[in-house]
């Protein structure tokens, strides 16, 4: 079974600093996605990133980008010039098409942005 | 616009009271999920349906039931509520590929006492 492995249940980075988040997944599958959540204190949960198997091109979003290492089965999520409204639960998750067609979540990263 | 919508937004109800928690998608997903999530914890799926008259049990067994009688209404019902039943209740949809991508409900928050 696919898991998804999020190593550092909390984060901290100054405002304007650049923090990286980590993730690690197990799976057989060769054609799958990956994706970064963030789900602000009380508020709805968003996608920020998602990334195909497929491509070997990192994916980048604004300030938002990740470093996608298929071989070593890592996927971690950059925030550059970090924001006070970056703040929240960051989840990594995985979906294959063969396989559950679940997404497959890790137990997310609470991350803290000091001013 | 298209969005996925969840009601109650906050429920407080007594033991052994029947509560059902309503979600709505407008954007015509045929996959709807059900998760259910502790402040501050990891997601856990308890629910879900790829279609019509189709619903599934997920990993974390729960209680609760659900239908799917339309494409874009999936509600949960809990027969009879407990304390333990306290949690977030988040609702999700998404589409075929090549996006598989989940959008999420805003979710439900609710207090058993």
């Known amino acids: 079974a696919q898991t998804v492995t999020q190593s550092q249940p909390e984060m901290s980075v100054q405002e304007a600093e650049t923090v990286t988040l980590s993730c690690t997944y197990d799976t057989s599958e060769s054609d799958y996605y990956l994706f970064w959540y963030k789900q602000p204190p009380s508020r709805q949960m968003i996608l920020v990133i998602r990334?195909?198997?497929?491509?070997?091109q990192n994916a980048t979003e604004n300030r938002f980008s990740v470093n996608f290492q298929k071989a070593a089965k890592s996927f971690s999520l950059k925030i550059s010039d970090s924001q006070l409204g970056d703040a929240a639960m960051y989840f990594c998750a995985y979906f294959s098409q063969g396989g559950s067609e679940k997404l497959v979540f890790g137990k997310g990263t609470k991350l803290t942005v000091n001013p | 616009e298209a969005d996925i919508y969840q009601t109650p937004r906050y429920l407080v109800i007594g033991t052994g009271k029947k509560i059902t928690l309503e979600c709505s998608q407008t954007m015509g997903h045929d996959k709807m999920y059900w998760y259910q999530q502790d402040p501050g914890m990891e997601l856990h799926l308890i629910h879900y349906?790829?279609?019509?008259?189709?619903?599934e049990k997920g990993d974390l067994s729960s209680e609760s039931t659900v239908s799917r009688i339309r494409t874009e209404h999936f509600p949960l019902t809990l027969e009879s509520a407990r304390p333990s039943h306290t949690s977030q209740y988040l609702c999700?949809?998404?589409?075929?590929?090549?996006?598989?991508?989940?959008?999420f409900g805003p979710g439900t928050r609710l207090t058993v006492l």
């Open positions: 990334q195909e198997a497929y491509k070997q």
């Open positions: 999700a949809s998404s589409g075929t590929v090549p996006n598989n991508e989940q959008f």
């Open positions: 349906s790829y279609g019509v008259n189709s619903t």
